[in-house]
């Protein structure tokens, strides 16, 4: 099956479900409204960049002024206008099965699904908010035009119970990481604590500056080193120099690592260096970072405006804690990292969980029926 993916861009948590179908011998295209090469990994498959021009002024105006009357960034994919005659060159020459589109409102995705349904190429929605939470107003229009696919997919639930809402016809599908499974690193006593966060430079609401307090407040601080990774610095370098202020002003400048841009396929080894990783964002929709940290037995501590909480269970293998509470915050770091038996112990139960529902083996049992249902059953 020659399955077509049409996206923003071509996030590092697509890699996973890529080679998943790839193996399973399915063709994978990607079709996308930008690329950041350095931050996308490209050894599975390389996206294609739609063409694209400015937006006419009936589409851009409206946009751009109700971005910044709800605070909103005008990102150019959401101002940008793909070309048709080169959109419906690429749709005949990739000739799809199946494709499945994430955020429909975007002009490339909304062209992609016109083509669609004129040509009855079967189609689904991937979305990352809750699998619980009705569809958006504007889903809903789409769908009563017709344009917007009828069944949608996504990782996030909020109840891990949950696999579907048969009403609206949503389906879970794990998002998935697919690093090596190894033996469990034992923790050495005299060794540094080491605490990791992967989390965009550009974004305010990753809230670094939470986990750079609480670093402050750690008992024995000078035993902890934090490390992280991120990128878009440039994009917003007032905030990265309040983030390095703040360290200088707590005392801990030199207990942290700021790296940027670092290679994808080079990522796994900071993980895997990793006692405990941490994402203190606000409102994060769904981050593929805890799943990679689970992935190596790291335990993950994440707020509970994030997506994807319900892969942690408090006091086995991670924690939720509330938003912006950095006492909060402080106390669980301390609470995973207090001596290498909880460590160790809280480590296995990240593996266990993600070898029980993180694997490529899972999404391929989540999206291979639905495939077969789609294409069969086209809507």
């Known amino acids: 099956m020659r399955i077509l993916f049409v996206l923003p861009r071509l996030h590092p948590n697509q890699h996973a479900w890529c080679q998943a179908l790839t193996d399973a011998g399915h063709e994978v295209c990607y079709l996308v409204a930008q690329q950041q090469p350095n931050v996308e990994d490209y050894s599975c ?13 009936w589409w851009r105006w409206p946009v751009s002024a109700y971005l910044k009357l709800t605070a909103g960034k005008v990102r150019p994919n959401l101002i940008a206008w793909p070309k048709r005659a080169a959109l419906v060159a690429y749709l005949r020459a990739t000739n799809p099965d199946v494709v499945i589109v994430r955020e429909a409102t975007l002009p490339l995705s909304f062209a992609v699904l016109r083509y669609c349904q004129e040509h009855q190429v079967p189609t689904l929605l991937y979305t990352q908010y809750p699998l619980e939470v009705t569809d958006s107003w504007t889903i809903r229009l789409l769908r009563w035009w017709g344009l917007a696919p009828a069944v949608r997919i996504t990782p996030n639930r909020l109840n891990r119970e949950h696999t579907e809402q048969i009403a609206t016809n949503t389906h879970y599908v794990p998002l998935v990481s697919d690093w090596p499974v190894i033996p469990i690193r034992r923790s050495n006593p005299s060794s540094p604590i080491n605490i990791l966060c992967v989390a965009k430079y550009a974004s305010r609401r990753k809230r670094h500056g939470d986990l750079i307090r609480a670093l402050s407040q750690l008992p024995n601080q000078e035993r902890y080193h934090l490390t992280f990774i991120g990128n878009g610095k440039d ?13 200088r002003t707590c005392g801990v400048a030199a207990q942290i690592t700021w790296l940027e841009d670092i290679d994808p396929t080079q990522v796994e080894q900071y993980f895997r260096a990793a006692d405990v990783f941490v994402l203190p964002s606000a409102h994060e929709a769904f981050a593929i970072s805890p799943i990679q940290a689970l992935n190596c037995g790291v335990p993950v501590i994440v707020t509970d405006t994030s997506g994807g909480q319900s892969n942690v269970t408090n006091g086995k293998n991670g924690y939720v804690i509330p938003t912006g509470d950095v006492a909060a915050l402080a106390d669980r770091i301390v609470e995973v990292t207090k001596n290498p038996a909880v460590r160790e112990q809280m480590a296995a139960h990240a593996l266990a969980f993600y070898e029980a529902h993180l694997t490529p083996q899972r999404f391929l049992a989540h999206i291979t029926p639905l495939l077969k249902r789609v294409t069969t059953q086209p809507e």
């Not at 498959?45 to 002024?57: F, S």
């Open 45 to 57: 498959a390389t996206p294609t960049l739609a063409e694209q021009q400015p937006a006419p002024w």
């Open 235 to 247: 994009a917003r370098p007032a905030y990265w120099d309040q983030l390095h202020a703040l360290a």
